[in-house]
């Protein structure tokens, strides 16, 4: 008699590389952090280190602040626009608004690595130039994933979820069913598969 656990099979799908990758990365970003922090810590001392933190973080905070802010001002204008009926087709907008958030995000994140690129991206040509990088990137990549629009895009993802079944059809109410009902008909047959 065998007493031994059967062998696993495997229905789940793959793990991604950047998955499986991700863990490894952060973890090598912190290590690497609080060793550079108690070798620049050491170097100039313990108090002016903590209090370049601080200045970081409250840099950090300001920044995205600011960009709250400029965030808002432009939603305004925008509604302002529509509600006046002046829409332009090429309107100007300020790029890079989630790219300064992300800029305050990593000066509020206490290490001098993450303080140095957010200070990379306050810079506003670096943060224009990422910001167009970025959006090409994604219109590429929505348009050879789902070609249409957005909204078949996230249905096309809703329909193949596993374990779920998803019936195309559209929804009758009983108020407003255009013909004469009995109530002698009984019940509706369920709908199956």
Do not use: C
Not at 15 to 38: C, Y
Not at 95 to 116: C, E, K, S, V, W
Request: proline share 8%; hydrophobic share 40%; aromatic share 6%.
């Amino acid at each position: 008699m065998t007493t031994g656990t059967p062998p696993r099979t495997s229905t789940g799908a793959r793990r991604s590389r950047a998955r499986t990758l991700l863990p490894i990365g952060v973890a090598a970003w912190v290590v690497l952090e609080i060793w550079l922090g108690t070798v620049v810590a050491g170097a100039i001392g313990g108090v002016p280190y903590f209090l370049v933190m601080v200045a970081g973080f409250v840099l950090g905070a300001v920044v995205i602040k600011a960009a709250g802010r400029r965030a808002f001002q432009s939603l305004n204008e925008t509604l302002r626009r529509q509600q006046q009926g002046v829409v332009e087709a090429g309107e100007q907008r300020r790029p890079g608004n989630g790219l300064l958030l992300l800029a305050g995000l990593l000066l509020m994140i206490p290490g001098l690595i993450t303080d140095a690129f957010g200070l990379l991206l306050l810079l506003p040509p670096l943060r224009t130039a990422l910001s167009r990088y970025t959006e090409r990137t994604l219109e590429k990549r929505m348009s050879a994933a789902a070609p249409g629009t957005l909204g078949n895009a996230f249905q096309q993802a809703r329909m193949h979820q596993p374990g779920s079944t998803v019936i195309q059809g559209e929804v009758v109410r009983e108020d407003e069913y255009p013909g004469p009902r009995r109530d002698d008909e009984g019940p509706r047959p369920p709908i199956t598969p």
